[in-house]
């Protein structure tokens, strides 16, 4: 087969319009650069206190996000990240084994694998009021591919004791 310019261009105009569709698809993730670092000033019972220069808070569309190891520390607590469950402790370490929302997701989908397939999404939504994690099965299904229409089906909800592990239906 012999490739000449006309084809080298289709080919190009084709790729194009192939993934142009994929900024469009991209999520919207907040721009942190709108955010503005303030040197403020923290107060703690009537003392003031400044962190570091390279860890100031930020201002975020009337929010403002303190760094939590500055704020822990002049609260006399330490600050420990277990990356590994994605969980930040202040203070004392839970005396017992705590399960992380990640962990309670795992454990849902651990305990539900069999009748779930790859279009199933496994996800932690709130605490219920006992302080339970609940967590969500769902899929999202597609009716008409043209016209974009689609609706989530739920598989159903759960519930998982952070103390226990125990996972029950809320079904």
């Known amino acids: 087969m012999k490739w000449d310019l006309k084809s080298f261009l289709g080919g190009i105009v084709v790729g194009s319009a192939l993934f142009s569709g994929i900024a469009i698809a991209a999520p919207n993730y907040p721009d942190l650069t709108e955010g503005t670092k303030t040197p403020f000033t923290y107060y703690f019972d009537g003392v003031p206190k400044s ?3 390279d ?20 609260l006399n607590k330490s600050v420990i990240y277990d990356a590994k469950t994605k969980s930040i402790f202040i203070g004392k370490l839970p ?3 705590m399960y992380s929302k990640m962990e309670a ?3 849902v989908k651990k305990k539900y694998a069999a009748s779930l ?9 709130h ?6 994690y ?3 099965i769902y899929q999202t299904v597609v009716n008409n591919f043209q016209s974009g229409d689609s609706y989530t089906s739920t598989y159903g909800w759960f519930v998982v004791n952070p103390n226990t592990g125990e996972v029950k239906s809320l079904l």
């Open 127 to 132: 605490d219920d009021e006992k302080g339970h």
């Open 134 to 136: 609940v967590i969500h």
């Open 117 to 125: 397939t790859p279009a199933h999404v496994v996800e932690y939504d």
């Open 55 to 74: 860890v100031q808070g930020i201002m975020y569309k009337n929010s403002v996000y303190v760094p939590i190891r500055f704020v822990a520390e002049n």
């Open 51 to 53: 962190p570091n220069s």
């Open 105 to 107: 997701v795992e454990l």
């Open 95 to 97: 005396v017992a084994k």
